[in-house]
C-alpha cells in the first residue's frame, strides 16, 4: 500500500471514528427517560453502547482486521445483536432478567474467588478484590437476595433465541460461521495453521505454522454493518427518527472514494 492510500485509509477510519462517538449521545439526549422502566434504557443502551465500542475499537486497530482476529470480534458482535433482538421483543421483562442473570454471574465469580483465597491460606474478608466486587453488588441488589443461574441467561439456546427475534439468518450467516474461529475449531485451525508438509514421506501430514495474516479493509464494513443493524432495530424499538444518513452510509460513500482512488491509482 502506497503512502498515498495510507494517508488516505487513515482519514476514512478517523472520519468514521467521530461518526461513531456521536451515536449515542444523538439517540440519549433525544428521548425522555421513563425512570419506571430504567432497567429498559440501561440494558438497551448498554447494549447499543457495547456494539458502538467493539466497533470503534475494532476499526481504531488495524491489526485486527485479520482472519485471525476480525472474525472473534465480529462474532462476539453478532452475539450481542442477537442478545438485544430477543430482548427487544419484551423489553420489560427481558432487560431485567438480563440484569439479574448478569448479577448472579458475578456473585457466582467472586465466591469462586473467595473459596480459592480460603484454599491459598487466605482471609477472602480482606481481600481487595473482594470487597469491591461485594460493594458493586450490593450497590445493585444485596448479596443475600442475588440468585445464581448457571444455565442460559434466556432459558434457552442462542438459535431458539435468533428465531424468535427473527434473526435466524443472521444467526446461520454469521454467528455460526464466525464460532468456528471463536472457539478454535478445526475449520479455522487447519486453513490458517496448519499446511500439509512438503515431504512425500509424511503422507499429507498438515504441520503447524503461525502465518502473518494480511490485513483486509472489507472487515471494517461488516463490523460497521452489524453496527448498524443494531442501531436500525434500537431506533425502532425507541422510535427514534434523525433526519440524517446513518453513519454507515456515509461510510460507504467514503470507502467508495477510496476505492475509485485506489483503482485509479492502480491503472
Known sequence: MTKEMKNALNSLVKYY?????SQIPKRWNSLIIDLAKKEVYEVLFGQLARQVTLCLQFVKNPNCWTFDLAPVILRCMADNYINFAWIAKDVDDRSKKFILYGLGQEKLSFEHRKDQII???GDPNKDPLVKYNEAWLNSQRYTFLTEVNIGSWSGISIRQMAEEADCIDFYNYVYTPFSSV????WGHLTRYNL???DNPLHKNLKIPVINESFIDIYNIKL???YLDKMIRLFDGVFKIKL?????YDKLLSEFKKFENQFLKNNG
Request: no cysteine; hydrophobic share 45%.
Open 119 to 121: 484454599k491459598d491460606g
Open 182 to 185: 471463536a472457539h478454535n475449531m
Open 17 to 21: 471514528i467521530q461518526e461513531l462517538r
Open 223 to 225: 463490523a460497521a454493518m
Open 195 to 197: 499446511v500439509v508438509s
Open 243 to 247: 433526519d440524517e444518513k446513518s453513519a
